[in-house]
């Protein structure tokens, strides 16, 4: 079977068919969402505050998410896998937008990147794309813009924000980006802005007007709870089954219940007795 291709995306949204994007950033996970069927998983650049333990994502470099994104790929058969450009490494330049661009393609095998930003980051967008790497936007809160932004807080609430987020919205979409990302944002405008659009937005805290939605895998397992963001509902909670297991291990060592013969190995009893008789 061959991946999911952008025009499947594409088409999601002409036929109305809700589309399901997930992250992932190791390969045992990322099997198991593959396995389940969900079309897009994106390797984000939260993996720098999920996996790595940062405090945002800015101190994400290419080559963290090139290493996620290797063992995401060779998890994966069927789903598209989105590898997220990290800070820096597509702001300064055409040049450098485009060669980090190639390199998720060519080193890590990923079938398209996403990057943060609107208007003005479309010039890079529509050059992206020329050179044939499908690009996702992302727009409303952008996390690697967090300085800017003052805070982790909801986007595009005022005439003037709700304005700028639709111009960024058509931008993109002008630049040939195959779907776009709308983080924490008011649901009547995501939903305007979907129904403006062509291309299918992809809504993660905004509301359930959006084409399709994304989560980050550890808020809707329950794995990460230094916070748990208001848009994320825990379909289970692992950190108690994680330290239930940990600590049943734990104890069973030191009281000598683990391991028992089936978890252990057999030898030729002579080789023991000639090795004892010497
Ligand atoms: O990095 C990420 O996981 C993301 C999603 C939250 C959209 O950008």
Redesign the pocket.
Known sequence: MMRISINQVREMKQNGEKITML?SYDYATAKIVDEVGIPLI?V????GMVVLGYES?IPVTMEDMLHHTKAVVRATKNALVVG?MPFMTYQVSVEDALRNAGRFIQEAGCQAV?LEGGVTVAEKVRRIVQCGIPVMG?IGLT?QSINQLGGYRIQGRSPEAASRLLQDALALEDAGAFSI?L?TVPAPLATLISQRLTIPTIG?GAGAGCDGQ?Q?INDILGSFTDFVPKHARQYAKLTDVIRKAVSDYFSEVKSGAFPTDKQSFTMDESVLAELKAK
């Not at 984000?44 to 993996?47: A, N, Q």
């Open positions: 992250t994106l984000g650049d939260s993996l994502t997220d996403k992302h996390p990302v983080e993660i994304v980050v």
